[in-house]
């Protein structure tokens, strides 16, 4: 089935370090492929999202390039601020576009 | 603003008691879920709906009920709360369920059972 699976956190960064949150994820097909992040007593908020091998989706300084052949979908963020700090999840939509798959979600704490 | 209103953002019922949880939406989308979240874990999918078919996931507890009586309105209905069922209830929408459409979170209501 499909799955997706996202490096453990917590990741903890001074501000303005780099970001990385590994994603990987197995789905038949061509899924879509998508970041969420919540913060703390609140729902899913879409960050940004990829519907195609090599599109980059980017958003709010964070971008994640939708890697076909690495089945991967990385978040990445060049200088992180301590408003970051939040749950970040993976999701792909299969290619039958009826559920979400989430992976497990990775916590950012960004310290000042 | 377009958007995904979930009522009350904190609900406290008793064991047993039954609760309600609504979830509105101005979207005008035609796919409305139901996910239960539990200390920041993956939201768990409970069922979703399609204009009016209801489908519900294999794994949800004949406990978890709900209903759409129209396409604004959802209702997440709990008939027997226990002490496991306290979690994030998360209201979600999507236009459609095609690959490339993405799903727009309401701010969830916090489930208490006391």
């Known amino acids: 089935g499909n799955s997706v699976t996202q490096m453990e956190g917590p990741v903890t960064l001074s501000e303005e370090a780099f970001l990385t949150i590994n994603c990987t994820y197995t789905a038949t097909g061509y899924p879509s492929l998508f970041w969420y992040v919540q913060y703390p007593g609140e729902g899913l908020q879409l960050l940004l999202k990829?519907?195609?091998?090599?599109d980059k989706g980017s958003n709010k300084g964070f971008e994640a390039t939708y890697r076909k052949e690495t089945t991967s979908f990385h978040l990445e963020k060049g200088s992180v601020q301590v408003s970051d700090s939040a749950v970040y999840f993976c999701a792909l939509r299969d290619n039958y576009g009826q559920n979400f798959v989430f992976g497990p979600g990775t916590r950012l704490s960004v310290l000042p | 603003d377009a958007m995904v209103i979930q009522n009350p953002r904190y609900q406290v019922t008793q064991f047993g008691k039954p609760v309600t949880l609504s979830c509105s939406q101005t979207?005008?989308?035609?796919?409305m879920y139901w996910y239960q979240q539990k200390s920041s874990q993956a939201p768990k999918l409970l069922f979703h709906y399609y204009d009016k078919d209801f489908n519900n996931e294999a794994d949800t507890p004949d406990n978890f009920q709900s209903r759409r009586p129209n396409t604004s309105f959802c209702f997440l209905d709990i008939r027997s709360p226990g002490l496991g069922d306290a979690a994030m209830y998360l209201c979600a929408t999507s236009r459609d369920v095609v690959v490339r459409e993405t799903q727009y979170f309401g701010p969830g209501t916090r489930l208490l059972v006391l």
């Open positions: 990829a519907t195609k091998a090599d």
């Open positions: 979207l005008n989308h035609n796919v």
